[in-house]
């Protein structure tokens, strides 16, 4: 028999057998699989569509500059000494803009990053952002503004980026206020869910899809456990919460938390190096992150930070106590001049002898 028709015959029986397969399938699986592909298309083109009226809706607050091939989102505000806040997990610039922003301006020179992925700051897929680079990337930033040696304030997962930035670049840093961070690789329930997100194909398909309609109607009750046991502040009606659920953003916060483990178990060992002022900030009804095992935990690992526990405060201080986290700013400036004058204060000869009255 001549080769071809070998050939024919064999993709012949082939697709009979795959015909046959088909035809004996039942109706109602294969009903099905086109249902969910047509309702997955479907939710695709409806993200698509939130995400471009979400940006439309919610033009950048501030300015843009590309330090090392990245584009970052600023937004400074007043004068004086500068203080750069960092914010948390998943959120962006307004998380300050909506607490206590305004109010450190008028006393500081007030500067507010979207860390990479976040509001309106690029996240490119060359580069690992792990705590240690996004602090390199914001120290550079600040250096590109003519800032020198900051108070560094970061909250939540901010925390971890500001205690990186003091670990691994100590002379760019006067002082670090740390709010409701988390620090050490403690077991959480949400994050084997949220960074299974992260996980390649899987995660694509769910942020490009049902990810977004599920977090927006999750949203509620995400918010009242974040303020718990405090009000949830009628400013948060301003919070935009689908920048928040774009699938970009939604990347940059499952990878955030697939790495959360990891990083605090890489982090933590060198805490007591860090030789700079700290004041260690919590709730202590945080529903987040245990304040006892956070942030008690991280000021017995720097004898020197001062402490504040704040009474019936959830995980959002800086909107539900933002004097005490202004106050905290003045503290840290002040024991960063204190550290100074006592680093350059001169030193008397031995034996030296004061005179007599």
Same mark, same amino acid.
């Given at each position: 028999?001549?080769?071809n028709?070998?050939?024919?015959?064999?993709?012949?029986s082939?697709a009979e057998?795959v015909?046959?397969n088909l035809?004996?399938?039942?109706?109602?699986?294969? !009903?099905?699989a086109?249902g969910a592909?047509?309702a997955?298309?479907g $939710?695709?083109f409806? /993200? %698509?569509? &939130?995400t471009?009226?979400?940006?439309q809706?919610n033009?950048?607050?501030?300015?843009f500059?590309e330090v090392g091939g990245?584009?970052?989102h600023?937004?400074a505000?007043?004068s004086g000494?500068p203080?750069?806040f960092i914010h !948390?997990?998943?959120?962006?610039?307004?998380d300050?803009?909506?607490? $206590?922003l305004?109010q /450190? %301006?008028? &006393?500081?020179?007030?500067?507010?990053?979207?860390r990479p992925?976040h509001?309106?700051?690029?996240r490119?897929?060359?580069s690992?952002w792990?705590?240690e680079k996004?602090?390199?990337?914001?120290m550079?930033?600040?250096?590109r503004?003519g800032?020198?040696?900051p108070?560094?304030?970061?909250h939540?997962f901010g925390?971890?980026?500001a205690?990186a930035?003091?670990?691994e670049?100590?002379?760019?840093?006067?002082?670090?206020?740390l709010v409701?961070?988390?620090y050490?690789p403690?077991?959480?329930l949400?994050v084997?869910l949220?960074a299974?997100?992260s996980?390649a194909?899987?995660g694509?398909?769910?942020r490009?899809?049902?990810?977004?309609?599920l977090?927006?109607?999750?949203?509620?009750?995400v918010q009242?456990?974040?303020?718990e046991?405090?009000?949830?502040?009628?400013?948060?009606?301003l919070y935009p919460v689908?920048?928040m659920?774009r699938?970009s953003?939604?990347?940059?916060?499952s990878?955030?938390?697939?790495?959360?483990?990891a990083?605090?178990?890489r982090?933590s060992?060198?805490y007591?190096e860090i030789?700079?002022?700290?004041?260690v900030?919590a709730?202590?009804?945080?529903?987040?992150?245990?304040?006892v095992?956070?942030?008690i935990?991280?000021h017995?690992?720097?004898p020197?930070?001062?402490?504040?526990?704040l009474?019936e405060t959830?995980?959002m201080?800086h909107?539900?106590?933002?004097?005490?986290?202004?106050s905290?700013?003045?503290?840290a400036?002040?024991e960063?001049?204190v550290?100074?004058?006592?680093?350059?204060a001169?030193?008397?000869?031995?034996?030296e002898?004061r005179?007599s009255?």
């Amino acid at each position: 028999m001549p080769q071809n028709q070998t050939h024919q015959r064999h993709w012949g029986s082939t697709a009979e057998r795959v015909g046959r397969n088909l035809s004996s399938a039942p109706k109602g699986l294969i !009903g099905l699989a086109l249902g969910a592909g047509a309702a997955l298309t479907g $939710l695709a083109f409806w /993200a %698509s569509h &939130q995400t471009k009226e979400a940006e439309q809706a919610n033009p950048p607050m501030g300015s843009f500059m590309e330090v090392g091939g990245v584009r970052l989102h600023v937004l400074a505000r007043g004068s004086g000494r500068p203080v750069v806040f960092i914010h !948390g997990m998943g959120s962006m610039v307004q998380d300050w803009t909506l607490s $206590l922003l305004d109010q /450190a %301006s008028r &006393q500081w020179r007030a500067i507010a990053f979207d860390r990479p992925g976040h509001g309106w700051s690029d996240r490119p897929n060359w580069s690992r952002w792990v705590p240690e680079k996004q602090a390199e990337l914001l120290m550079r930033a600040t250096k590109r503004m003519g800032v020198e040696r900051p108070v560094v304030v970061g909250h939540s997962f901010g925390a971890l980026v500001a205690l990186a930035w003091a670990l691994e670049m100590p002379e760019d840093v006067a002082a670090l206020v740390l709010v409701s961070g988390y620090y050490y690789p403690t077991g959480r329930l949400d994050v084997p869910l949220l960074a299974s997100q992260s996980i390649a194909g899987f995660g694509a398909v769910a942020r490009n899809t049902v990810s977004p309609m599920l977090g927006k109607a999750a949203w509620p009750k995400v918010q009242e456990k974040l303020f718990e046991p405090n009000a949830v502040p009628p400013a948060m009606a301003l919070y935009p919460v689908d920048m928040m659920l774009r699938p970009s953003q939604m990347r940059a916060q499952s990878e955030d938390l697939a790495q959360l483990k990891a990083a605090t178990a890489r982090l933590s060992p060198r805490y007591g190096e860090i030789r700079v002022p700290v004041v260690v900030m919590a709730g202590d009804s945080d529903r987040i992150v245990d304040p006892v095992a956070h942030s008690i935990h991280l000021h017995r690992d720097i004898p020197h930070s001062a402490l504040k526990v704040l009474a019936e405060t959830g995980h959002m201080p800086h909107h539900a106590n933002p004097t005490e986290v202004l106050s905290a700013i003045d503290l840290a400036w002040h024991e960063s001049d204190v550290q100074a004058r006592a680093l350059f204060a001169p030193v008397k000869p031995a034996g030296e002898m004061r005179p007599s009255a």
